[in-house]
């Protein structure tokens, strides 16, 4: 059964570097997402993409971060300045079509963050 | 707006049941449920469209009441594998998936 891949599964970084997270969706998905979970609390949204380009955003989204979609088949989200705060679980997730919320969202076994 | 959950946490014995809500101040176009495992990815089990359309596994169900703007996930003769969050999600049509804060289910033997 085709499924989300991310790399790596874990990162530790130092506060100020910039990070790449990689997500490779599934094939014939059309709608990619970046989420995040710190630990314990809930999975919150922060970016959609959609036609090489962002659907939405969230406010957690800021000018620290960016995604990618490098070629036809990975997905990156890239924290340019890492803060403490930025330490959590980062999923990947794509949809098969539209985004109008009528198609189920595949999620990626995640990559977790740690900043020191 | 993030839905509320209710409960907050459930421990059950197998085979027992329950019931998971989901509410929302907004009027919702569709309800998203998901179960997380600890360590592990959200894993999808059902969507609930304004107007009736639902699509998930065969052995879960839920409703979706659109005048109440609320949904329920109903577990039925638990099993051990049904232990983990579950988290609803709301979109309101065109736009990101809000998650609530999530449900701890615990089943024991």
């Known amino acids: 059964e085709p499924e989300v891949t991310q790399t790596p599964s874990h990162q530790v970084t130092q506060m100020g570097q910039e990070v790449i997270l990689r997500c490779v969706p599934i094939?014939?998905?059309?709608?990619f997402y970046w989420y995040r979970q710190i630990l314990g609390q809930k999975v919150e949204f922060l970016v959609s993409?959609?036609?090489?380009?962002?659907?939405?955003k969230s406010e957690i989204f800021d000018d620290q971060f960016s995604v990618e979609r490098p070629d036809g088949s990975n997905f990156t989200l890239k924290i340019r300045s890492t803060k403490l705060e930025d330490s959590a679980m980062y999923f990947c997730a794509s949809s098969e079509r539209v985004r109008t919320g009528r198609y189920e969202q595949y999620f990626g076994p995640g990559t977790r963050l740690t900043v020191t | 707006q993030q839905p509320v959950q209710s409960p907050q946490a459930v421990i059950l014995r197998e085979g027992e049941d329950a019931v998971i809500n989901c509410s929302s101040s907004k009027a919702l176009y569709s309800v998203h449920w998901y179960r997380q495992k600890h360590g592990e990815a959200p894993v999808f089990l059902m969507i609930l469209l304004k107007g009736g359309e639902q699509k998930g596994h065969d052995k879960i169900s839920a409703s979706f009441n659109e005048k109440k703007q609320q949904s329920s996930l109903y577990l039925t003769a638990s099993q051990l594998s049904y232990s983990g969050t579950y988290f609803c999600?709301?979109?309101?049509?065109?736009?990101?998936?809000?998650f609530g804060k999530g449900t701890r289910l615990s089943v024991i033997a």
């Open positions: 993409f959609y036609n090489n380009e962002i659907s939405e």
């Open positions: 999600g709301t979109e309101q049509g065109n736009t990101p998936l809000v």
């Open positions: 094939s014939n998905h059309l709608y």
